[in-house]
């Protein structure tokens, strides 16, 4: 009888780590976990200096090797203009929605590109970004300034950072796109437009930084990479850089940092932002 239940415990132990053992090597083969797995099914290989792309279908072959042949200079140019340097390599993989639901599910799959907060993996959702028209090396720059600012940052700090969508997307825009407006005067119609809706909140992180209160993404992600290019003109890009270090190791401290550095309080150059534009 007792011989019996010890058999019993360790034929459950068994099919629990069965279980979780092939959970685990799913996940590693075709979910979240791909990216530090050593076999990634169906994908192939182009790797550059400090940078491996990954693309799955063979339609995707050719935009693989358009990001390859740009990579290495647009990296070079990041590093110029923030004066940060890449610490590691990175892996970009080129893929459809279906993909992208797959490997990062807790994101909205229609997005066109998503850099991961470790700083080491991307994704580009080449799909998406066709379907609605825009173009593919944007968002490949774009996510290259997502990932060699989270390299410099560390963990903890890339996902303080989410809290100001201000300066977590201006950045990438104001270097890599991407472009949503086909000229500036439709940007500018679309602001005056929706200017009652624009909250400048002075107090509590979250709303603070959040310029443009509104649902679009593409209206919100044009206003900050145009706020950091009001920086850029206003103040030139040395301070703006400063804040920028200062800003990625202390998220939290964005607003002194903002005025010790530009030497007014963010809500006032905010308000002084919007009829500059
Ligand atoms: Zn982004």
Known sequence: MKISLN??????????????????????????????????????????????????????????????SVVENVIDEIEELYGLEQQSP????????????????????????????????????????????????????HEMVHEIIYQNSGLLNAYRMMDTSLFTEGFPVFYGGPTYYEDRIKFLEEYTEKEPQIVVAREGAKAY????????????????GEFIQYLVDTYGQEAVNNFLHKWINQPDNFRSDFKEIFGRELYEVQDDFGPEL
């Open 7 to 68: 058999k019993k415990i360790l034929a459950g132990c068994l099919i629990t780590f069965l279980l979780f053992s092939t959970i685990l090597v799913l996940l590693f083969l075709f979910g979240p976990l791909l990216p530090w797995s050593l076999i990634k099914p169906g994908f192939k290989k182009i790797e550059t200096e400090s940078v491996q792309i990954y693309y799955k279908e063979e339609k995707y072959l050719d935009h693989a090797e358009m990001y390859a």
């Open 90 to 141: 990175v892996s970009v993989f080129v893929v459809d929605q279906g993909d992208l639901k797959r490997y990062i599910p807790w994101l909205n799959k229609g997005v066109g590109g998503a850099t991961l907060q470790i700083g080491d993996t991307i994704y580009i959702n080449i799909e998406k970004i066709l379907e609605t028209d825009r173009d593919p090396l944007e968002y490949l720059k």
């Open 209 to 224: 930084t959040k310029i443009g209160e509104t649902n679009s993404a593409s209206f919100n992600y044009t206003l900050y």
